[in-house]
T-cell receptor, first 111, second 114 residues
Framework: RKEVEQDPGPFNVPEGATVAFNCTYS??????FFWYRQDCRKEPKLLMS???SGNEDGRFTAQLNRASQYISLLIRDSKLSDSATYLC????????????FGPGTRLSVLP | DAGITQSPRHKVTETGTPVTLRCHQT?????MYWYRQDPGHGLRLIHY???????DKGEVSDGYSVSRSKTEDFLLTLESATSSQTSVYFC?????????????FGPGTRLTVL
């Protein structure tokens, strides 16, 4: 089993749609969780950290379920500019920096 | 944006030649990382550093070495490049003292080994 798994995608959605991505991780002791966005041929950029209570940033909502070892990202009112690959990242080390990346889920928002 | 630069940004080289990639940061972050990204594999950790002269291997370290003589610079060396090392290489930094132990990435180096 891979340490971090994501929906395989790709997701093709119309503008204005709501889309959700899922991610599961294998290490129950993992401490911190993130969603990154990566545009084609560019570096990954932090979209948002994921907190235990869930958090929202504008049209983006992240949820964490520690019991199920599951993270989600919800994008509401999709824009063309949301088209990118979304990476789920888990720091699996409580004291160090052991960041493990999921393979990514590609999103295309269509006009 | 975090102050991370990578050089060169693009390089074409021949099999068997040595190659050194440089990552430079202005954030004074303790941790620095080298990843490679290939289609179908996502980001894979090559080596990382947790301080000056302190480095450790990652998932795909064979054929690569690193050095960190200053906080701000982390060098990745391919002693004898092979075609399987054709990839996009990303440097990243992080600082565990901060409230969010987030990684920030450099712009990447696209390496082609012929």
């Amino acid at each position: 089993r891979k340490e971090v798994e994501q929906d395989p995608g790709p997701f093709n959605v119309p503008e204005g749609a709501t889309v959700a991505f899922n991610c599961t991780y294998s290490n129950s002791a993992s401490q911190s969780f993130f969603w990154y966005r990566q545009d084609c041929r560019k570096e990954p950029k932090l979209l948002m950290s994921v907190y235990s209570s869930g958090n929202e940033d504008g049209r983006f909502t992240a949820q964490l379920n520690r019991a199920s070892q599951y993270i989600s990202l919800l994008i509401r009112d999709s824009k063309l500019s949301d088209s990118a690959t979304y990476l789920c990242v888990v720091n699996m080390d409580n004291y160090g920096q052991n960041f493990v990346f999921g393979p990514g889920t590609r999103l295309s928002v269509l006009p | 944006d975090a102050g991370i630069t990578q050089s060169p940004r693009h390089k074409v080289t021949e099999t068997g030649t040595p190659v050194t990639l440089r990552c430079h940061q202005t954030e004074n972050h303790r941790y620095m990382y080298w990843y490679r990204q290939d289609p179908g594999h996502g980001l894979r950790l090559i080596h990382y550093s947790y301080g000056v002269k302190d480095t450790d291997k990652g998932e795909v370290s064979d054929g690569y070495s690193v050095s960190r003589s200053k906080t701000e610079d982390f060098l990745l060396t391919l002693e004898s490049a092979t075609s399987s090392q054709t990839s996009v290489y990303f440097c990243a930094i992080s600082e565990p003292r901060t409230s969010t132990d987030t990684q920030y990435f450099g712009p990447g180096t696209r390496l082609t080994v012929l």
